[in-house]
């Protein structure tokens, strides 16, 4: 039989690029998120203005006498209490240029090795952003959290515990106990864990590495679980599942040992902290090629490759995390 289907054209495959090249930012982008995956997800319906509304729902009177029924009298009807958290969408983006010549004679697929930059430079740049809220400052740089986003818990190691950031010193990295003593805060405020029933700690590699050394930690997983400390693989302790990343705030000064301490302010949080939009559907790559008209690139010298990203992020309640600040030297 002969054929009588259509070819497909080279403008026709054309078209398939930028779907190609977006999965391929997006996947890296996915990668680089940590703290965004663990907060609460709303999404952005198109036409809704620039202002999103998170709700955060107060716990319901637990006061017993109050609750107690009357022999065939309807009880009291109570209220849901809620106050809602407004906040208002931003758009983070760059974008990069490559010459025609280098994607004529580079080995790889330029383009996509391109891609493939943006996406990791996306998923620090939302990340990092959802740090920022939860600390209320700038994330990564050398000025320590103040408590403005969740409060402020410092070490504990040993029964020795510290108020404040200048009497912190090299002994107080972080321990089992200082993992206990953050989770007993959470409880005793009633906060929630997660989904998977643990609260998450999102901490610094050097902080990681701090409390893969204390025996507590070590204790809990040298007969049940050997490989996992062979592998070094983060795991869950006390109740918290641990996470790393490089976007944990970090102080080398202010510290009872100043220029030879590090502080890292590590985020440990649980249900109900942190609401995000969602970055599904509103994030965007573009790829322009040299040879699409331009009137600003007459000869078609180079092509635009860039990302976009619109989202926000929210504290919806401070006492559903805390800031859990160590002195961790990585060594």
Known sequence: MAYTGSATTGTGMASLMPIFYEKVALERLLAELVLYKLATKK???????KTVYFHRYFNMSTTV?????????????????????????????????????????AVSDVVKDAMELCGDQAGQIIDKKVFEVAYGCSAGTDTPPTGAGFPIQYGNTAGVTVNTLSTLTSAHALTGAGVRAAVKEMRRLNVKPLSGGYYAMVMHPYTWNSLQGDS??????????????????????????????????????????????SAYFSVLLGQGGLGVTEIDGNF???FVPASAPDHGNPLQQYSTIGWKATFVPVTLNASCGRIVATADAGA
């Not at 999404?43 to 203005?49: E, L, N, Q, T």
């Open 43 to 49: 999404a952005v319906p198109r036409s809704s203005g």
């Open 216 to 261: 507590e930690w070590q204790s809990a997983y040298e007969y049940t679980d050997p490989q996992s400390m062979r592998d070094g693989k983060l795991a869950k302790f006390g109740g918290v599942e641990f996470y790393s990343s490089t976007n944990v705030t970090m102080s080398a000064s202010g510290t009872g040992a100043a220029n030879t301490t």
């Open 284 to 286: 965007k790559t573009y």
């Open 65 to 105: 006498s109050a609750h107690a029924l009357t022999e065939g009298t309807a009880p009291t009807q109570g209220l849901t209490s809620a106050t809602v958290v407004s906040a208002t969408l931003i758009q983070y983006g760059h974008n990069v240029s490559t010459s025609d010549l280098l994607e004529m004679t």
